[in-house]
């Protein structure tokens, strides 16, 4: 019962590399989404996905790429990885976002730029 | 888009309340609670919807007032393991479904 799993968990980027996190979850959920979390700033939604397919801005878009060829994977690119981007990177999915709803958490990512 | 929470920081000892508030500027569908420990991710504690019902957690407690938009968190005699940051959240948005998250309270109860 694997839920969310995020690969890699840990990573350092020099700044200007390229990389992609992905997000794969076993439950069917509809919706995926991803966050970046960073001291004080709580999580800011980054895209978002409401379906295989299909992909949206979040709050804080910009520097990242988003793909959701598979209902199950919601992978995040980074084209040119920059030192604000350090940070630590949450996958979530809910079935539908309905009021009953609760969201799945991946374990995290937590990203260094240097 | 982001609620905001009050306060940012709460010290308690054992046994002692706390409440913690969320305010968001955007219409409360439904709002929901989680609590994360320091280097692992938001586990959900509860969720609130509108009329009042309640889905989740049996030791704390929480309120939801749709027409402020806000809710507020009712920790009652805390226990060490209630330590974490806690985020309300949710939210939808005329341009599709978003779940956003509030800015997150750290919450320390200490012996």
């Known amino acids: 019962n694997a839920g969310v799993t995020q690969t890699p968990k840990f990573r350092v980027l020099k700044t200007g590399q390229s990389m992609t996190l992905l997000c794969a979850q076993d439950m069917n959920h509809e919706y995926m989404y991803w966050y970046r979390q960073d001291p004080g700033m709580g999580l800011r939604l980054i895209h978002y996905?409401?379906?295989?397919?299909?992909?949206a801005k979040g709050e804080v878009p910009d520097g990242y790429n988003v793909s959701r060829l598979k209902k199950q994977n919601f992978l995040l690119g980074l084209e040119s990885a920059a030192p604000s981007q350090t940070s630590v990177y949450f996958c979530?999915?809910?079935?539908?976002?309905?009021?009953?709803?609760?969201?799945?958490f991946g374990q995290g990512t937590r990203l260094t730029v240097v | 888009q982001q609620p905001v929470q009050s306060p940012q920081a709460v010290i308690l000892r054992e046994g002692e309340d706390a409440v913690i508030n969320c305010s968001s500027s955007k219409a409360l569908y439904s709002v929901h609670w989680y609590r994360q420990k320091h280097g692992e991710a938001p586990v959900f504690l509860m969720i609130?919807?509108?009329?009042?019902e309640q889905k989740g957690h049996d030791k704390i407690s929480a309120s939801f007032n749709e027409k402020k938009q806000q809710s507020s968190l009712y920790l009652t005699a805390s226990q060490l393991s209630y330590s974490g940051t806690y985020f309300c959240?949710?939210?939808?948005?005329?341009?599709?479904?978003?779940?956003?998250f509030g800015t997150g309270t750290s919450l320390t109860v200490i012996p």
């Open positions: 979530a999915s809910t079935p539908t976002v309905d009021q009953n709803t609760e969201a799945f």
């Open positions: 959240g949710t939210e939808k948005t005329n341009t599709g479904n978003q779940f956003y």
């Open positions: 609130l919807l509108k009329g009042g």
């Open positions: 996905s409401v379906g295989e397919g299909t992909t």
